[in-house]
């Protein structure tokens, strides 16, 4: 008997647009440009790197149009060429949908397209959105994730095809909502992440595959021995940034200013509010979106599954593997990541910029007031959880910043709305940059976000200040 080997790739949130697809004067065109930009600089030059890698297939976890298209024809062509570029790698492609190309095109397109692409893939028909088949005694399992809840017909199919499988193989599920939050908050749906819940303690899954948030973040928890691996094709390589494109971006015809990283690879952990306690997992890393565009090789060779992660442009920067679902392991991190760096008193005195960062959720901006250490800083932007929200500490206000900070946001206007992941970065005149502590809690102003249980959520009374204390003081 032959033994069982093969590999698959996993792309996350692809978003693919040109805008040519796109009307004049496009509201939320910033996003239109620089998607393009990354079709030729990111997902091009990912989907040849997968070729050379030569799996059997290819997944992608939903959003891989950016979509917004109201014009069928366009709606139509966008996806055409979206199913192009993930075919190059001239390997099967199966898609797991997602909210962009489900919600924001005319449905009539995504049926008459790639429900038709993915029964070619599977050599037989389907009508769904949801979809299963089996590779080398292996069970692959497609979630319709938008909406899918118990008591509905997808829900009872999914515990079919778990309990119907009687091989003892391995079982990979692919869906585009995350079922543990990394990145932003409330960027799911709480039937849904209970429903799954249920499943993957129940069922001996080895992997669930999302996007959704753009991080790219491996995860097991402790208890269940639950193992997510999250991922996104869209993000920024430095070295493929021009001058000039730098100076378009953050002045794009929308009038939307957009943060470029400056770094690669920022660790999530000094960037977000932490959504899950570190004592309930057994293994995590994560890195901020737009910082780490990638994609994930899983080699299955009998019990053993390993999986690669690919840094876009930078080849494989971490490996891990498993036997038994659950029991995962860290082979070797290729390349050391930077640690953080301290500063002194002394250093305060020789800050070059500051910028205060926060994700917002359902803020609509403009009338809440920042203080710094009792100075006015200016005022909140509109957000949803997105990690380029930050605020720029005016340069005669740089000399209020310490090592120890309390920030305090005014809410005059009773705004409904959260905040978390608040901290702060500087840059010494030097060029090094320090970030503070990040904060451990999300405030809210509402308590319509009571129902997800979060034990680091904390209610503010709408128009009572919030107040939360940063430092760069460090164990």
Known sequence: MSEKEYSFAVIGDFHYAKRKHYPKNLPGECKVIIYQWMVKHILKPMLSEIKTSCPDFIVQTGDFIEGMIKNQRKAREQLKEALELLSSAKVPVYISVGGHEKYTIPRKSYKSIVIP???QQLNRNIKSHYFSFDYKGDRFIFLDTQGLKKDTPQARWFEKELKNYKK???IFVFGHMPVFLIGRVFFSEIGFIQLMLD????FPIDAYFCGHTHNQSVLVTRKEKILQIMGTAVGFLKDRLSPSE??????????TSYYIPEEELIP????????????????YWGYLEDTAPGWYLVKV????????????GSGIRRVFFWENPGEVKEIKIFKEEIKKKKISKNDLNKIKSAYLYSSLWNSKGGEKEVFLNGEKIGFLPAGTFYSTQRLEIPKNKLSSINLTN???ITNPNKEKFCIGSIYMEITLKNGVKVRSNVSQHIYATSKRWNNWKLSILRYVPPGRDIFQEIN????
């Open 117 to 119: 692409f993915l029964s």
């Open 199 to 202: 499943f993957l303690k129940k």
């Open 268 to 283: 999530l952990e000094e960037t977000k509010t932490p959504l899950l306690s570190k004592h309930l997992l057994n293994y």
């Open 301 to 312: 060779k009998e019990k053993n599954v390993t999986v690669e992660w690919h840094f876009t």
């Open 406 to 408: 309390q920030i305090r």
């Open 472 to 475: 760069f003081v460090r164990n």
């Open 246 to 255: 730098v100076r378009k971006m953050k002045n794009l015809p929308s009038g």
């Open 168 to 170: 003892r193989g391995h």
